[in-house]
């Protein structure tokens, strides 16, 4: 290749060379464009994402909010006021007062899908009111419907007898006579200054199918997955993934200012933390989903640079050739009136030169 290189004229390597360098000034100015499309455009996915988890996260508190105002509503309804603290045996329930009270909180089970399941536990008449039924036992109440692997002692301790200050309990199978669902329970004493012994307790239970929709903006754009953990490091609720595979996950970020995204293998791992529950939404995106806007620019780049590079190439050759042409015509002359092989080591440009000068 050397050789060949050598044995082409002198005159046309110069002229192809100056062309191929003056080709080379915008093939470098749009490398450096393209690096800087790159970066540009994997930051701008990264924050997109992180804007994806934030929305997800400010609907998701929303709707909590909404279920934490029921509960405080409840708190200063009158009717049930009386019903807590009205002390009721089987043969003097006050049958009037229950069944209006069904019929008010009923209205707030058909307006709003994250309150249509829930239920009111009388602490001093031992009833559970539901929008639908009155059970006189919590016994009854628990038989048909009941968490999957939790007794009854431990349901009763829990959930009615302490004075829970809206807590949430994080996703649990629950059973009914009719089907099984993964639920998201808060629960909420009442009063609500009631430090002690409550007088009656409020249980919501949230369907993860519809909390889920909140985190599915996610999953359906990037193709990744995403899960809420509480202060306590307890999944409250995932969607796209098994709590035994989260459990695998490292170097999850805190969620904290400059702590919100990592990357791990494959994944780009995002979170961020609720400051006033301390909950912590974590999503993880593919870097090939981040990368689609990246790469799209990377192949068109690809292609126009190849396209370039031919065609300035094809360009320098024609314009080198152009040029070159008579001035190795001249040359050639020179050398045969001077009586000189043509293939002489003398160098055109000095043989021009000398032969002017004299």
């Known amino acids: 290749m050397k050789q060949v290189w050598l044995n082409i004229s002198p005159v046309f390597r110069r002229f192809l060379m100056s062309y191929l360098i003056v080709l080379m000034i915008p093939l470098i100015a749009g490398y450096v464009s393209y690096r800087t499309s790159i970066d540009v455009a994997e930051q701008s996915s990264l924050k997109t994402s992180i804007m994806t988890l934030q929305q997800s996260k400010d609907l998701m508190e929303r709707r909590l909010a909404e279920v934490q105002g029921f509960t405080k509503q409840l708190a200063i309804n009158q009717d049930l006021a009386r019903l807590m603290t009205a002390r009721s045996d089987e043969q003097n329930y006050d049958v009037y007062g229950l069944w209006k009270m069904m019929r008010d909180i009923a209205s707030y089970s058909q307006t709003n899908d994250f309150l249509s399941n829930f239920y009111i536990y009388l602490r001093n008449s031992h009833l559970v009111l539901t929008p639908s039924t009155v059970y006189y036992r919590p016994e009854l109440f628990y038989e048909s419907n009941h968490y999957e692997g939790m007794t009854f002692e431990t349901w009763k301790k829990n959930f009615l007898e302490k004075s829970n200050l809206s807590m949430v309990v994080p996703q649990h199978d629950y059973v009914t006579k009719t089907h099984q669902q993964t639920v998201v329970t808060f629960v909420q004493a009442l009063p609500l200054n009631s ?29 990744g997955w995403a899960f809420v953990r509480n202060h306590d490091g307890e999944t409250v609720l995932s969607e796209g993934i098994t709590g035994s595979d989260i459990a695998k996950i490292r170097n999850i970020p805190s969620g904290k200012p400059g702590d919100i995204s990592r990357a791990a293998d494959d994944m780009l791992l995002i979170s961020i933390r609720d400051e006033l529950s301390g909950w912590v939404y974590t999503a993880g995106v593919p870097k090939s989903a981040l990368m689609i806007n990246a790469n799209r620019i990377k192949n068109i780049t690809g292609i126009l640079t190849a396209i370039s590079l031919i065609s300035g190439l094809v360009i320098g050759l024609v314009l080198a050739y152009r040029s070159s042409a008579p001035i190795n015509n001249l040359i050639n002359s020179l050398k045969k009136q001077l009586g000189l092989e043509l293939s002489t080591g003398i160098q055109d440009y000095d043989l021009l030169r000398e032969t002017f000068q004299a």
């Not at 430090?195 to 193709?223: E, H, N, R």
Request: net charge negative.
């Open 195 to 223: 430090f002690d012994t409550p007088l009656a307790s409020v249980v919501v239970l949230i369907d993860t199918k519809k909390m889920s929709t909140y985190l599915s903006g996610i999953t359906d754009q990037y193709g």
